[in-house]
């Protein structure tokens, strides 16, 4: 099974080296660089280069949300772009993101949650937001764990199934791709079954949904409460989980009182939070499962718990 590891996203710098000093302000000590200007930055005291050639990788979208007026309600429902489903789909691809300002720490972040390796471009203002997120990343434990997933997901490769596959992970629900059935799965989804038809795949929402009723909430191994863009990276094993948190709104603002049940005993539990106090609150265990509270959520926090 895929284990996922800590890595560490890696800034894409196009700028030249007269710039080395910023980014050795920043504590940033690796960096790849165009093709055309390593020879430039090769023997540029503190920082260690390497060439990439961003237009081999897989490009993502900027992590953030927009909040757009839902037609049934005439309420402000936020759509969260989030590139989680391009992880699962293919979690061995190289990334590339283009994230500016405060979006740098997002994009570092969320890479991290899914053990990516991808390379993070950004401008001027956006080198102390990616810095200060790998000051932190650089911090975690490493811990070597696959991940856990209550679904299993038959992705065809298609447009449909993409999207399939995003409403699901953008709703929490843990899902990973999958050749075939697999029988050890709470669940298996294949497009076009009697259970989960087509046609309602044409509405990835409706289907997320349907997937959502197929699991039953009191099966999903995990679930959030208070906020609608707050998203989950959960990996598991040997007695021990990790939820990787991100607030996909940290660039405007932060979350508070975030509530979460993750299904299992968990008696033990730490946590660091990006920009704040790891502060854990209401921890409690009942028969199936261990709840807690995060009083405040600004970006990114991670948090392990164990038997």
Same mark, same amino acid.
């Given at each position: 099974? *895929?284990?996922?590891?800590?890595?560490?996203?890696?800034?894409?710098?196009?700028?030249?080296? &007269?710039?080395?000093?910023?980014?050795?302000?920043?504590?940033?000590?690796?960096?790849?660089?165009?093709?055309?200007?390593?020879?430039?930055?090769?023997?540029?005291?503190?920082?260690? /280069?390497?060439?990439?050639?961003?237009?081999?990788?897989?490009?993502?979208?900027?992590?953030?949300?927009?909040?757009?007026?839902?037609?049934?309600?005439?309420?402000?429902?936020?759509?969260?772009?989030?590139?989680?489903? #391009?992880?699962?789909? =293919?979690?061995?691809?190289?990334? @590339? @993101?283009? =994230?500016?300002?405060?979006?740098?720490? *997002?994009?570092?972040? #969320?890479?991290?949650? @899914?053990?990516?390796?991808?390379?993070?471009?950004?401008?001027?203002?956006?080198? !102390?937001?990616?810095?200060?997120?790998?000051?932190?990343?650089?911090?975690? #434990?490493?811990?070597?764990?696959?991940?856990?997933?209550?679904?299993?997901?038959?992705?065809?490769?298609?447009?449909?199934?993409?999207?399939? *596959?995003?409403?699901?992970?953008?709703?929490?629900?843990? /899902?990973?791709?999958?050749?075939?059935?697999?029988?050890?799965?709470?669940?298996?989804?294949?497009?076009?079954?009697?259970?989960?038809?087509?046609?309602?795949? !044409?509405?990835?929402?409706?289907?997320?949904?349907?997937?959502?009723?197929?699991?039953?909430?009191? %099966?999903?191994?995990?679930?959030? @409460?208070?906020?609608?863009?707050?998203?989950?990276?959960?990996?598991?094993?040997?007695?021990?989980?990790?939820?990787?948190?991100?607030?996909?709104?940290?660039?405007?603002?932060?979350?508070?009182? *975030? %509530?979460?049940?993750?299904?299992?005993?968990?008696?033990? %539990?730490?946590?660091?939070?990006?920009?704040?106090?790891?502060?854990?609150?209401?921890? &409690?265990?009942?028969?199936?499962?261990? #709840?807690?509270?995060?009083?405040?959520?600004?970006?990114?926090?991670?948090?392990?718990? &164990?038997?």
């Amino acid at each position: 099974m *895929l284990l996922v590891a800590a890595a560490l996203p890696l800034l894409f710098w196009d700028a030249g080296p &007269s710039t080395a000093p910023a980014l050795r302000d920043a504590h940033i000590e690796r960096i790849a660089v165009p093709a055309a200007q390593e020879a430039a930055w090769k023997g540029v005291a503190g920082i260690v /280069v390497q060439a990439a050639d961003v237009g081999r990788l897989r490009k993502l979208a900027v992590p953030s949300v927009e909040y757009r007026p839902d037609q049934a309600s005439a309420s402000r429902a936020p759509w969260i772009q989030s590139n989680g489903w #391009e992880f699962v789909r =293919a979690p061995g691809a190289h990334f @590339y @993101y283009d =994230a500016p300002g405060k979006a740098a720490g *997002l994009a570092a972040a #969320e890479a991290f949650s @899914y053990g990516a390796d991808a390379l993070i471009h950004t401008d001027a203002a956006g080198l !102390q937001y990616f810095a200060e997120m790998l000051a932190f990343l650089r911090g975690i #434990e490493r811990l070597d764990l696959p991940p856990l997933a209550d679904i299993a997901f038959q992705d065809d490769g298609g447009d449909t199934a993409g999207e399939v *596959l995003n409403l699901m992970l953008r709703n929490n629900l843990l /899902v990973r791709a999958a050749a075939a059935p697999d029988p050890k799965a709470k669940l298996n989804v294949r497009l076009g079954s009697a259970q989960f038809p087509l046609e309602t795949a !044409q509405d990835p929402a409706a289907m997320a949904h349907l997937v959502r009723s197929a699991l039953g909430d009191d %099966h999903r191994s995990i679930r959030i @409460y208070g906020t609608q863009v707050v998203l989950a990276r959960v990996t598991a094993g040997g007695g021990r989980l990790r939820l990787a948190l991100l607030n996909y709104d940290g660039a405007r603002r932060k979350v508070d009182g *975030l %509530h979460v049940r993750a299904l299992g005993r968990f008696p033990k %539990h730490t946590g660091a939070v990006a920009g704040g106090a790891a502060q854990i609150d209401d921890y &409690s265990l009942d028969d199936q499962a261990t #709840e807690f509270t995060l009083p405040e959520l600004k970006t990114f926090a991670v948090i392990d718990l &164990s038997r």
